[in-house]
């Protein structure tokens, strides 16, 4: 069975432009989450989505939006980059919003320079 | 809000010794979850181990096994037999009641031939 997959795996852009994330949760899975992950700190959450809701938010500025797709896939959307969006995101994904238990994407390493 | 703290930025063991990493936590919730993750270079989250907070015995997965001392809000991750493959970040974690995983800043593990 495949995992949770996220694309692209690395990606650079410029200060200002906006850049979108995907990610695939495991067959099943109805539940996505992303969390941002700054080089030599823990992962941070962003937002969760269930059944195409948002079921819980971070302390990330509104630049930051998400959505759930139909198929339970997830977009992460970060608008006006700055050079502190620089970061690992990665997306876990869940059977429903309230399992412990989750798998984790490999993530995709955003480079904003 | 809860908070994780894991007071080892990086720890090293020999091959075949044991090693113990700690974590501590801050909350007001009686039933919450614990977990360590680890993460290789491949950058990929695995679970290692998650304990339940109302369980009063301590989790083990073969090698791994924890020492959960819910009063002191103490949470450590013992790993035995350490092999090369566990060289990787840990991260310790708080989930209360299937919401958003809070995780520490973790570990960096060397394990040294």
């Known amino acids: 069975d495949a995992g949770v997959t996220q694309s692209p795996t690395h990606l650079i852009k410029t200060r200002g432009q906006h850049v979108t994330l995907r990610c695939s949760p495991i067959?099943?899975?109805?539940?996505v989450s992303w969390y941002q992950q700054v080089l030599g700190q823990g992962p941070q959450f962003i937002f969760q989505?269930?059944?195409?809701?948002?079921?819980g938010r971070g302390n990330f500025p509104d630049r930051f939006s998400a959505r759930q797709f139909p198929n339970y896939s997830s977009e992460l959307n970060v608008n006006a980059l700055l050079l502190g969006d620089s970061a690992l995101y990665l997306c876990?994904?869940?059977?429903?919003?309230?399992?412990?238990?989750?798998?984790f994407g490999q993530g995709t390493r955003l480079t904003v320079v | 809000a809860q908070t994780v703290t894991q007071s080892q930025p990086e720890m090293s063991v020999q091959e075949a010794e044991t090693v113990t990493l700690s974590c501590t936590y801050d909350?007001?919730?009686?039933?919450?979850?614990l977990f360590w993750y680890k993460q290789p270079p491949s950058r990929q989250m695995i679970l290692v181990i998650r304990?339940?907070?109302?369980?009063?015995q301590n989790a083990t997965e073969n090698r791994f096994s924890v020492n959960f001392q819910k009063a002191a809000k103490s949470f450590s991750l013992k790993i035995s037999d350490s092999q090369l493959g566990d060289t990787a970040m840990y991260f310790c974690?708080?989930?209360?009641?299937?919401?958003?995983?809070?995780f520490g800043p973790g570990t960096r593990l060397s394990v040294l031939p």
């Open positions: 974690a708080f989930m209360k009641d299937g919401q958003n995983f809070v």
């Open positions: 304990q339940e907070a109302y369980k009063q």
């Open positions: 989505y269930y059944e195409k809701e948002e079921r």
């Open positions: 909350t007001s919730e009686n039933n919450y979850y």
């Open positions: 067959s099943g899975h109805k539940s």
């Open positions: 876990a994904s869940r059977t429903y919003s309230g399992n412990t238990e989750a798998f």
